[in-house]
């Protein structure tokens, strides 16, 4: 088995390959030539040379030579990688070389010096690092996209506990408060500071407009009661309780950011709309997504008659315009439908008018990884079509299918939104935000209740905090660019 | 490049009357249809003769045939350059389009000029000053246009110069001008009423343009060419507008391709808001009344228009990127 040259080229993905060479003599060969992999290449018997070498980024190379007279290379071209050369034995040479930075180099031979511990560098740590950590330093040092991800967070947070932070249920009417405007909270009463409270109001008709003023009646005061029994509901739908984050004593009432034509609170129905806003666009980007992801990597990675089909499809679709379409679909969803459906109707309007784009976007990934070495590799060992798809190419357009999907949920919830503002989308009695703001849609009321607005806020902020999320989600996607 | 553009035009054919049939089964599915609705209000309201008149009308919309020969029917006028007839306006579908496209225009261009002029100015400027305070004002104000709607940002300034003013903006004109004839007065008004729906496309449409074109540039300025022009000592200036600003295009290029149906359709919300003669709230208005040759043909028309916007705009890319070749 001597001058016995064993070589294994490894190229792709989450992959390890090893070469090994058990008799002397041999030359042992390792290579990959694409990221993550892990090159061990290792000669157990003496004049051998084990030679590791990682092309580009994100691999480990080890090279090992267990006996002596060896030459022990490692070599690794592109950053980040961790390049262990390691000789065992004595009269060996062991030669670890990395042609660009951030890499960790370790040459070692055992039998003449012993790896002293000692503290790392900030750069070698990072080298250290693996992709998804990269991926995570790199995002968690985006102020933006932190701060987005703690609002949506929050949000999130309150959307699961609607019931304890709005002080009424999304259907409670006061009829002695219709289009009141948002009650005003004092701190100060006779010159001193005190426990927050609010007036009780007296509502008058005002003689000239005949529109209801409400006239805070400063001998009535209501104090606020923070995590305070109020109205009876299910939290997170399953615990009944009747604790809530502030409420005041009946016969007071709170309405902090005042009350619609039928007497509800804008507040507590904001939230608890917060329950679908937020909620259709992930459904509607989720059913795109599969749909998208599935047909995008089939069709890049067939090609052919498939890959013709689901094109001219997506051709079809991306040349009706979006909002027209969306208004249309929307029309032909069944207004008699109970809640449930109409709420997956929308997100599935949603989601049939974007998912191509999305299919276009995973097919050019697909396409670019199919004709790489570890895919062929994959198929040289009889991996299966579909373990091919499921293992090694979905995996590698994950984070380019998540920073798509994340910038694709804000143009759902203004999709939402805006159907809804046009009576089309969710419809009462479900709540959305954009069903809150249908009322602002007469001019009339917009101006007599200005505070009807109020839901465009939580848009807004939804929105903004996604794009942030999803700006920071894509640079940090690809960790190594602009460095 | 004419081979290329005549195949692109033969191949559209096959797409746009796929984009008929979808359009068509998307109008047909919502229950019941536009007649039985008119008929059901004319009986609720007392009216006599509701049932006969109903029939008549179904007789001659061809309501109880079966879609597809209906679908047959239309589409075969339609070629001819006859769109069929409104039920609600009770007009041909050509002559409301055509008496509603001058005003989408009117409001429609000046919005595009102004909000693409603006947004790639303040994205070239933010781009060439990045995270200076200018640029972190700029990106903050992008980023309001991008998280509220246009026909948000209307119902705020509805609502900001009502309280200024004491005026309602709402409509064309103030009542006063409503008949009057056309006078410089009347002009001013016409200017006020628009000033609103245009202030809203325009922060939008500028906050989108502008993101594109300050992503771009900087991803630009960071290739190899743009460092080998300052080596070679072409002045700042030259390197930004003749050789990064040139290339930090494309995107917009393609974008340009939906411009021409977004004329038509793209500001659909903030008009109906505002209460426009226009095509956008007919498109809405005839979406929701289930009037189905108006609203088929409007989305026929503006699928047309994108494909046509789509292939002017691979052309266009061909003619400022040199290394685009389509044969």
């Known amino acids: 088995m001597s001058a016995w040259r064993c070589s294994i080229r490894a190229s792709g993905t989450i992959e390890s390959k090893v070469a090994r060479s058990e008799t002397g003599h041999s030359k042992v060969v390792a290579r990959s030539e694409t990221g993550h992999s892990k090159v061990v290449a290792r000669s157990e018997t003496g004049h051998s040379k084990a030679v590791a070498r990682s092309e580009t980024g994100h691999s480990k190379a080890v090279a090992r030579s267990e006996t002596g007279h060896s030459k022990v290379v490692v070599q690794s071209e592109t950053g980040h990688s961790k390049v262990v050369a390691r000789s065992e034995t004595g009269h060996s040479k062991a030669v670890a070389r990395s042609e660009t930075g951030h890499s960790e180099r370790e040459p070692m031979t055992v039998a003449q010096t012993a790896p002293a511990p000692r ?57 002695r408060f219709v289009s009141a405007p948002p009650t005003a909270i004092h701190l100060v009463r006779d010159g001193r500071i005190v426990w927050p409270f609010v007036y009780g109001e007296t509502s008058k008709t005002d003689p000239n407009t005949f529109r209801k003023i409400y006239i805070p009646n400063t001998n009535e005061i209501y104090p606020l009661n923070f995590i305070a029994p ?70 890049g990675y067939f090609g052919g008659t498939i890959d013709m089909v689901v094109q001219r499809t997506i051709e079809v679709i991306s040349n009706i315009p979006q909002i027209p379409l969306w208004l249309a679909l929307a029309a032909a969803v069944p207004s008699n439908w109970d809640p449930v459906k109409i709420y997956f109707g929308i997100a599935i309007v949603l989601s049939l008018v974007t998912w191509g784009g999305l299919a276009r976007q995973v097919r050019g990934i697909v396409l670019g990884l199919r004709e790489s070495d570890f895919v062929t590799a994959a198929r040289y060992t009889n991996c299966d079509t579909f373990r091919i798809l499921a293992r090694h190419l979905l995996p590698n357009t994950f984070s380019h299918v998540l920073v798509i999907a994340t910038l694709a949920i804000p143009g759902m919830i203004l999709g939402e939104t805006a159907l809804s503002f046009l009576g089309l989308g969710i419809r009462p009695p479900l709540t959305s935000w954009g069903v809150l703001l249908n009322e602002a849609q007469q001019v009339r009321v917009l101006l007599q209740q200005p505070w009807s607005l109020i839901p465009a806020l939580f848009v807004l902020v939804t929105v903004v905090s996604f794009n942030f999320v999803g700006d920071g989600l894509r640079d940090a996607a690809d960790p190594f660019a602009g460095e | 490049m004419l081979e290329y553009i005549i ?49 008549e009308l179904r007789k001659l919309y061809q309501l109880d ?46 919005c595009f000029l102004i909000s693409w002029a603006i947004g790639i100015a303040f994205g070239i400027f933010s781009a060439t000053h990045q995270y200076s305070l200018a640029d972190n004002v700029l990106t903050v104000v992008a980023f309001l246009g991008l998280g509220l709607p246009a026909f948000l940002v209307a119902l705020v300034l509805i609502v ?42 325009v922060f939008s449409g500028m906050a989108w343009v502008m993101r594109v074109m300050r992503g771009n540039l900087l991803d630009e300025l960071r290739v190899n ?35 021409l149906a977004w004329l038509l359709s793209g500001t659909a919300i903030v008009e109906q808001v505002i209460g426009l003669p226009t095509l956008g709230p007919l498109f809405i208005q005839a979406t929701m009344e289930q009037d189905i040759y108006l609203s088929g043909t409007i989305l026929i028309l503006l699928s047309s228009l994108l494909v046509l916007g789509n292939l002017l705009a691979d052309v266009g890319l061909a003619l400022l990127d040199p290394r685009i070749r389509y044969d």
């Open chain 1, 119 to 175: 503290k790392l560098s900030e750069e070698e740590r990072r080298a250290l690092l693996s992709v998804r950590q990269l991926m995570w330093l790199r995002f968690s040092r985006n102020r933006l996209a932190i701060t987005g991800m703690i609002v949506l967070a929050f949000m999130y947070t309150v959307m699961l506990f609607a019931g304890f932070v709005a002080p009424y249920s999304v259907s409670t009417t006061h009829e």
């Open chain 2, 7 to 55: 195949r692109r035009l033969l191949i559209s054919i096959p797409i746009l009357f796929i984009i008929a049939i979808i359009g068509f089964v998307t109008m047909e599915l919502p229950q019941g249809d536009y007649v039985t609705r008119y008929i059901a209000q004319l009986e609720a309201s007392g009216q006599s003769g509701a049932r006969e008149r109903g029939a």
């Open chain 1, 230 to 299: 109020g109205e009876t509901y299910k939290l997170v739908g399953l615990i009944e309780t009747n604790l809530h984050l502030f409420v005041v004593g009946e016969p007071g009432s709170i309405f902090i950011m005042g009350t619609d034509r039928n007497g509800r609170d804008l507040f507590s129905r904001i939230i608890w709309g917060s329950q679908i806003s937020l909620t259709v666009g992930l459904v509607g980007v989720l059913l795109s997504l599969t749909l998208g992801a599935f047909l995008g990597t089939v069709s």
């Open chain 2, 225 to 259: 060419y743009v460092q080998a022009a300052r080596a070679k000592g072409v002045p700042e200036r030259m390197v930004i507008w003749r050789h990064a600003v040139r290339n930090a295009f494309h995107p917009l290029v393609m974008a340009l391709g939906g411009v």
């Open chain 2, 160 to 201: 900001a110069t009502w309280q200024i003013t004491g005026d309602v903006y709402t409509g064309l004109f103030s009542a006063e001008y409503a008949a009057a004839p056309w006078s410089l007065a009347k002009i001013a008004d016409l200017a006020k009423h628009l000033a609103i729906p245009v202030g809203a496309v």
């Open chain 2, 65 to 110: 045939d079966p879609a597809y020969k209906r679908f047959v029917t239309w589409i075969g006028r339609f070629v001819r350059g006859d769109f069929g007839d409104s039920f609600y306006y009770q007009k041909p579908v050509k002559t409301l389009i055509a008496q509603r496209l001058p005003l989408t225009l009117a409001l429609t261009i000046p």
